[in-house]
Structure formats: C-alpha cells, structure tokens
C-alpha cells in the first residue's frame, strides 16, 4: 500500500466533473479533494502549483459485479490462486479494481469447490464477492449455461454454498418461474437471510411470476433489517429471457416496471456485442442510472486473442471479439473490460457522469459497500487515470499504482 497519493486531473465524481483539482490520499484512503476554481488558502494553492495537471481524467476504481474471468482465465474453471489472481489483475489493469467472480451452472461437488477457493481470495480483498450464475434457472433461456447442470430451486443446497462462501456470496440468478424461487421458505428467503441477493434471469417466465417474484423480493429486503442491499438485481436485462412482445409479453416489462418503481436494478452488458449501445441509452433515459449497472459478463477470452476457450463444461470459440458456444451461435459471456463498456456508452449518447455511475457506485450500491465505488473524501483510493478516448492510462488500488 502506497503511503501518500497526490494525483491531478480533471475528476470524475458522483454528481459532476471537476475540470481541475487534485486528489490526495494517505494510507490507501482519499483525505482531501481540492478543485482549483475553490482553493481557499495558501496551501491549497501551494498543492495544486506543486502538482502540475497532467491532461487527463480521473475515474473512480470500477465495480463489475457479473464477471467470469479474463487474461486467459476462468473463474469457473480455476483450480488455483494463480489462475484467480490473472483474471482479477486483467481487469485490474483496465479499471476495474473491484470484480466479483460469476460462477456458472454446474455441479453440486464443483459449484462448492469453486466457491471455497473464491471464498479465500475475498478474505485476502483480492475479489469483491461471488455471483453463482445458476443453477436453478430455465432450460429453454439457458444461454451458454449447461443444461445438464440445471436442477430445481433447493433450499438446502443454497444454504450449503453461502456457508462455503463464508459471507462473500453476494447475487444468484433465479428463473422467477421455477417453483421454490420465491416464496416462503424458497431460495431467495435462503439468500437474503444469508446475505445474498437474487438476481432475477435466465427465465421463460410470463408476467405473473416475474411480477410475484419481483414484489416478494422487495418485501422480503424490506423486511430483512441486515440486509446486504435493499435491491435485488435483475441479471444482463434482455439477454437469456424471453423477449418482450406485446401479446407474449414475458418477464422484461416487469422487470423495467419494478426498476422504475426503486425495485430491482438491471445489469446491461454496454458492450456493443450483447446489446445495441442505442438500447441501453434508451434504457438509461427510462429508468434512470439509479436503476442500471452496467456489466461485462466476461469470460477467459477478455484481453485476449480470437481462438478456442472454456466456460464451465462449455467449449467457446471467439471471432472478432464475439464469444460463442463452438458450433452454435449462442452468446457465451464478454470479451470486453468494464471501462470498454463505459467508453461504448458514452459513444451511444450516455453522459460520462452517469456511464461511470453506473460503472462503480452502483456495483458499490449493490456489494452494499460505502468505502468504493466514488471519488470522495474517506473512500478507498481506487482510481483509474485515463485519457480523452477513455484509455487507461495508470490504475491506483488503495492508492497504490497497480503493475
């Protein structure tokens, strides 16, 4: 950890752009923001004469809470420390200096030994938490989910995998429709009393159950005084659900409804591929950033080269940066850094404030941390330097420079 920090650039917060201003931070914790229009002293023009501005922007440290992996890495496959720590550095190095590993549909023995390993690396503060992406979802909007792995909504079951994460369990992906999703004494009552959030997905479900889940997962975080957030979440809107038509209607209206009524927040992959960049401006302008985080879903092949790689039991081949099943034309995860995804958000219209909101404070919101996720005084120095085309330029996390 870097004792001191001083760093200047025009600063990326919350609610505005500071156009010039220095950020210090000792010990890894921001202590004081100057901005150069405020200086009310002659030290704070002292800092700010003895810091030249260095022509760039200053982001908070992103929060991806949907990611499998990157650099040539899986968290799903991971056997090892090493193997963890290249897809967590991947993305490190790009921005993101909270990620939360997403498992993906497997079996019981697996998920478990998966969990424990990721479980050690959240203790070390190397990952933000872990998102199991299954397994109790739809057959017939699997995605790149192994069917063979799907299983009925299981309490007990639930309630084994949150003990092997040790309290870093932080969202699962339900299908709304399937019996013991929700309810009392289902799969969401497990998580939430445990620490978790459900995070509405992969689905087939009509209006009704998504409605019924939707309102039985506000009650119930209403209800829970030591909850880890009041919201869940909704798991990469529009992909892996039945679409939105307007006789069939499917889950996505209720899912837009709930966001717009301070319910669930929706994941959207912003990064080109997943969805059209126009769709999630679109979005953005409906429900507001309070609602939207944008996402990754990224898989091993994130930084990467085109060729062959793995998700779960799943055989993936990548083409132009577009990750498929091998052999079908389903979607299997991400390719993209979640600062690609700001930067193709802002392109399709997004101001820079609100892409980078929903890019760090609301991951933050979510995890249910108050100490990342914004340039403020008293959180985390997570910063990331980038320049005008939203390249990274250098990564601080705790406010040390990451290699």
């Known amino acids: 950890m870097s004792a001191l920090l001083k760093i200047r650039g025009r600063i990326v917060m919350a609610d505005r752009i500071c156009e010039d201003g220095v950020i210090l931070a000792k010990d890894g914790v921001i202590t004081e923001i100057l901005e ?3 200086v009310q002293n002659n030290r704070e023009e002292e800092i700010l004469g003895s810091t030249p501005a260095r022509g760039t922007t200053i ?13 040539g890495a ?4 991971a056997k090892t420390r090493e193997e963890i720590m290249t897809a967590v550095m991947e993305h490190r190095r790009h921005g993101t200096t909270s990620v939360v590993a997403s498992l993906v549909t497997a079996s019981a023995e697996v998920l478990k030994e998966r969990a424990a390993l990721l479980a050690k690396l959240a203790d070390e503060g190397e990952l933000a938490g872990i998102h199991f992406e299954g397994p109790f979802i739809s057959f017939e909007r699997c995605g790149a989910q192994d069917p063979a792995y799907i299983i009925d909504p299981d309490p007990q079951f639930t309630r084994e995998l949150l003990d092997v994460c040790q309290g870093h369990a932080l969202t699962m992906t339900l299908a709304p429709e399937k019996k013991g999703a929700y309810g009392p004494g289902s799969v969401t009552e497990v998580l939430v009393e445990g620490g978790a959030l459900p995070s509405w997905g992969h689905t087939d479900s009509g209006s009704h159950h998504a409605r019924e889940a939707l309102d039985y997962s506000r009650d119930i975080l209403d209800r829970t005084a030591e909850r880890r957030s009041a919201h869940a979440t909704i798991t990469h809107l529009f992909n892996g659900m039945r679409p939105l038509h307007h006789r ?11 966001a717009t009524r301070g319910g669930a927040i929706a994941e959207m992959i912003c990064d080109g591929v997943h969805l059209d960049p126009a769709l999630v401006r679109d979005v953005v302008e409906i429900l507001g950033r309070e609602a939207c985080v944008l996402v990754t879903d990224a898989m091993e092949a994130a930084g990467m080269p085109d060729g062959e790689y793995e998700l779960g039991s799943q055989k993936v081949s990548v083409e132009a940066g577009r990750a498929l099943i091998t052999g079908q034309g ?5 390719t993209a850094h979640l600062l690609d995804c700001v930067r193709t958000a802002v392109t399709a219209g997004i101001d820079l404030v609100d892409a980078v909101y929903m890019s ?8 249910g941390r108050q100490d990342i996720g914004c340039i403020e005084v ?7 330097e980038v320049d005008d085309a939203l390249n990274p330029l250098s990564v601080f996390k705790d406010g040390a420079l990451v290699q």
């Open 59 to 71: 982001l908070p440290g992103l929060v991806d809470v949907h990611c499998h992996g990157g650099g």
């Open 330 to 334: 389903t979607l299997a995860g991400g």
């Open 74 to 77: 899986s968290f799903p496959n």
């Open 378 to 384: 008293g959180r985390r120095a997570d910063l990331v």
């Open 360 to 367: 760090s404070v609301q991951g933050a919101k979510i995890l």
């Open 36 to 38: 150069a229009e405020r």
């Open 248 to 258: 069939n209607t499917g889950p996505i209206a209720e899912f837009l409804s709930d």
